[in-house]
C-alpha cells in the first residue's frame, strides 16, 4: 500500500520527500506521473536503506516531520508475507523511530500501522449483550497471531508496539494511525499483495464485525489532519475506516475489486458480531481540522 498512500499524501500541502528503497520503487512512483523531476509540486525522492541507521539518518536530515507509511511484502510467500517478514517490519520499525531521533530536524513521526494491529484477539468466552467495542486501547495479542499464522496482523503489531517502545521517553511526537484495508480507484491494481495478507482471516473477521475497509484518499487525508495537530491535541494512536463490511455479497464484490479469486462464500453468521470497530477519535480530529481550515480560509462576508 505504499505507493497509493505516497500519491494521495503528494496531492496534499505538505513539501514531501518520499524516501524509497530502491530504484524499482522509484520506476514505480514515476509510474504514478508525480514523481518525474525532483522538485515538482513541492516533491523531491530519495533512496535509502530502512536497515540502515546511517542512510536512513542522512535521508532524513533537514526534514521536519517523517510519515513512515512503507509494508514489506515478500513476493515468494503465499499471501505474499511470511513470519519473517514480521520480524523485519519490526525491526525496520525501530529502526526508522531511532533516525528520527538522531536526526535534529525531525520533531514529528506519524507512523502508519494497521487495524489488523487492534482487532485480532482470543474472543470472549461468554458472548454479551452488546458488541465489545474495538478502539485505539486494542491491541491484537501476539501469541494469538502466531497460533493462527496471522503474520501481516502479528508484523503490523509487532511493528507498532516496536516504534512506540523506541520513541518513549525521547524527543519525538510519535502518533500511529492504523487504517482498515485500503482500497480506492487503482489502488487494487499495484497493492493486491498486501490486500491478500489483510484478508487472511476475513471470514472470521467478518462475523466478528470486524471487516472494514478505508478510501485511500481518506487514509491520506488522516495522516495529514493528524500531522497538522500533533502540535496541539493529537497524540497516540487513530483508528482510520470508513466502511464495515457486514455482509457475504459485500465481501464477494470486495474481492472482486480487489481483483482476486472468489473463495467460498462465508457461512450465515450464526449470531450477532461480538466486537463493534470505533473511529470517533479520528472523526473527532478531522472535523475540528476541517472547521479550522474553513474559518481560516473562507473569505468572511461584511455587510
Keep these: 500500500g505504499e505507493q497509493g498512500s505516497v500519491r494521495a499524501l503528494a496531492m496534499s500541502p505538505l513539501a514531501m520527500c518520499p524516501c524509497v528503497w530502491c530504484a524499482e520503487d522509484l520506476d514505480k512512483l514515476r509510474e504514478m506521473d508525480l514523481f518525474g523531476e525532483n522538485g515538482r509540486d513541492g516533491v523531491w ?3 535509502a536503506n530502512v536497515m540502515d541507521p546511517e542512510s536512513l539518518h542522512r535521508a532524513f536530515d533537514g526534514c521536519v516531520g517523517v510519515f513512515h507509511t512503507s ?13 519473517h517478514m514480521a520480524t523485519l517490519e519490526a525491526k525496520a520499525a525501530e529502526q526508522v523511530v531511532e533516525a ?38 486494542c491491541w491484537s495479542d501476539e501469541a494469538f497471531c502466531r497460533e493462527k499464522k496471522l503474520w501481516f496482523a502479528l508484523g503490523k503489531t509487532m511493528a507498532e508496539k516496536a516504534a512506540w517502545r523506541a520513541a518513549r521517553g525521547r524527543d519525538l511526537k510519535l502518533v500511529t494511525v492504523c487504517p482498515a484495508l485500503v482500497t480506492g480507484p487503482g489502488f ?7 490486500s491478500i495478507a489483510y484478508l487472511k482471516g476475513a471470514h472470521t473477521m467478518l462475523a466478528e464485525g470486524l471487516l472494514a475497509t478505508a478510501d485511500v484518499e481518506r487514509v491520506a487525508e488522516a495522516h495529514v489532519r ?15 475506516y470508513d466502511h464495515v463490511v457486514r455482509r457475504a455479497e459485500e465481501f464477494a464484490e470486495l474481492e472482486r475489486q480487489l481483483g482476486l479469486r472468489p473463495r467460498a462464500p462465508p457461512p450465515p453468521a450464526a449470531a450477532p458480531p461480538s466486537f463493534e470497530l470505533c473511529n470517533r477519535k479520528l472523526a473527532r480530529l478531522v472535523s475540528s481540522r476541517r472547521r479550522c481550515t474553513h474559518d481560516a480560509y473562507l473569505p468572511v462576508a461584511y455587510d
Design 45 to 47: 525522492t530519495i533512496m
Design 71 to 83: 509494508s514489506l511484502v515478500d513476493p515468494g510467500g503465499i499471501s505474499g508475507y511470511t513470519k
Design 100 to 137: 528520527c531521533v538522531r536526526t535534529e530536524s525531525v520533531r514529528k513521526c506519524v507512523f502508519t500501522s494497521s487495524l489488523l494491529a487492534c482487532v485480532w484477539r482470543q474472543s470472549y468466552p461468554h458472548r454479551h449483550r452488546f458488541p465489545a467495542t474495538v478502539d485505539e486501547s
Design 188 to 194: 487494487r491494481r499495484r497493492n493486491s499483495t498486501p
Design 226 to 240: 493528524v500531522y497538522e495537530a500533533m502540535g496541539g491535541t493529537a497524540g497516540g494512536r487513530y483508528i482510520c
